[in-house]
């Protein structure tokens, strides 16, 4: 029986193709999973639920950690309470975005060669850690949020996310084909970015112009790279292996990244409206409004007309 480090350095030594089959059992549970639906209730298992609540718990703290020392110059409401929210998020994505950019440079034969087969169980706390971060931001949305459409979307967004993490975590499957779709989180960073500096009016200060600049391109840049064709490879890539998985993966990868489009596409519509690269536009903000992932100033309605007005010259997303 061939070791792990054998088993890499004969990989490696093979060509690879930015579209192949991945028959690379070898590199993973050779138990022909991926031939059966999953068995969900392997989620379960000690080695998976433990890290996952404790995760959860993490992100929560951290959230009290980001709320105790940062933005503590500005009033409490719902202004603060977004700030608070979006730099966790921005750590997260940070975090998690630049783990799977990195291993996309890094290790590249492996994810495109091998993004169905390749299993090893560090390799999934990163995605245990994201799961961890979606429960909690799930779980703050319900606590701290309206119920409007944005914030059902929002739940969507998390729980679709979820349960598409968790069949790699379930199958022992498909561990590199979700770092794939999470390489979103690049995009992220930049999002996140670009909500702080119009919650706290950076973005309206002249010292911060440029940099208020490089964040709105380099946004709609990895918005483009990380997410519309990110999401495009994986489809194709689907369908060139559809022979070599059961039809439940294929019709999860399709689904979710159908779904996943219209709610990037709707936000992308959003950005490029907001920050005037559409100029003249005939849809209206109603329209628009109905779209977006998060409608700040709508949420804002709270806080005052003065805040809503002064937001609609500013819009933002979240």
């Given at each position: 029986?061939?070791?792990?480090?054998?088993?890499?350095?004969?990989?490696?030594?093979?060509?690879?193709?930015?579209?192949?089959?991945?028959?690379?059992?070898?590199?993973?549970?050779?138990?022909?999973?991926?031939?059966?639906?999953?068995?969900?209730?392997?989620?379960?298992?000690?080695?998976?639920?433990?890290p996952?609540?404790?995760?959860?718990?993490?992100?929560?703290?951290?959230?009290?950690?980001?709320d105790?020392?940062?933005?503590?110059?500005?009033?409490?409401?719902?202004?603060?309470?977004?700030?608070?929210?979006?730099?966790?998020?921005?750590?997260?994505?940070?975090?998690?975005?630049?783990?799977?950019?990195?291993f996309?440079?890094?290790?590249?034969?492996?994810?495109?060669?091998?993004?169905m087969?390749?299993?090893?169980?560090?390799?999934?706390?990163?995605?245990?850690?994201?799961i961890?971060?979606?429960?909690?931001?799930?779980?703050?949305?319900?606590?701290?949020?309206?119920?409007?459409?944005?914030?059902?979307?929002?739940?969507?967004?998390?729980?679709?996310?979820?349960?598409?993490?968790?069949?790699?975590?379930?199958s022992?499957?498909?561990?590199?084909?979700?770092?794939?779709?999470?390489?979103?989180?690049?995009?992220?960073?930049?999002?996140?970015?670009?909500?702080?500096?119009?919650f706290?009016?950076?973005?309206?200060n002249?010292?911060?112009?440029?940099?208020t600049k490089?964040?709105?391109?380099?946004?709609?840049?990895?918005?483009?790279?990380?997410?519309?064709?990110?999401?495009?490879?994986?489809?194709?890539?689907?369908?060139?292996?559809?022979?070599?998985?059961h039809?439940?993966?294929?019709?999860?990868?399709?689904?979710?990244?159908?779904?996943?489009?219209?709610?990037?596409?709707?936000?992308?519509?959003?950005?490029?409206?907001?920050?005037g690269f559409?100029?003249?536009?005939?849809?209206?903000?109603?329209?628009?409004?109905?779209?977006?992932?998060?409608?700040?100033?709508?949420?804002?309605?709270?806080?005052?007309?003065?805040?809503?007005?002064?937001?609609?010259?500013?819009?933002?997303?979240?």
């Open positions: 029986m061939q070791l792990w480090g054998e088993l890499l350095d004969d990989f490696y030594s093979r060509s690879w193709r930015f579209l192949q089959v991945d028959n690379n059992t070898d590199l993973g549970d050779a138990d022909g999973a991926e031939l059966a639906p999953p068995a969900m209730l392997q989620l379960l298992r000690v080695d998976i639920l433990v996952v609540l404790c995760y959860s718990v993490f992100w929560y703290t951290l959230n009290g950690i980001v105790a020392n940062f933005w503590t110059n500005m009033p409490e409401g719902i202004k603060r309470k977004r700030l608070v929210n979006v730099t966790t998020s921005l750590i997260h994505s940070s975090v998690s975005g630049f783990y799977f950019l990195i996309l440079l890094r290790f590249p034969s492996l994810m495109f060669a091998a993004p087969n390749y299993y090893g169980y560090l390799d999934t706390h990163i995605l245990m850690v994201t961890g971060y979606f429960i909690y931001d799930a779980i703050d949305l319900l606590i701290n949020d309206k119920l409007s459409i944005q914030t059902g979307v929002l739940l969507f967004h998390h729980i679709a996310a979820v349960l598409f993490i968790s069949i790699a975590l379930a022992h499957k498909f561990v590199l084909f979700a770092y794939w779709a999470l390489l979103m989180e690049v995009s992220s960073v930049f999002l996140h970015l670009r909500s702080i500096f119009h706290s009016k950076m973005s309206t002249p010292r911060y112009s440029e940099v490089l964040v709105l391109i380099g946004n709609l840049v990895c918005f483009i790279a990380f997410r519309f064709s990110v999401q495009a490879w994986m489809v194709i890539w689907a369908i060139v292996n559809r022979h070599n998985m039809t439940f993966y294929l019709v999860m990868a399709i689904v979710a990244m159908s779904a996943f489009f219209l709610i990037n596409m709707s936000l992308f519509l959003r950005i490029l409206y907001s920050d559409m100029g003249s536009t005939k849809v209206s903000r109603k329209q628009l409004d109905a779209l977006l992932e998060d409608n700040e100033y709508t949420a804002l309605d709270q806080e005052g007309a003065d805040d809503i007005e002064e937001l609609k010259k500013d819009p933002e997303i979240a």
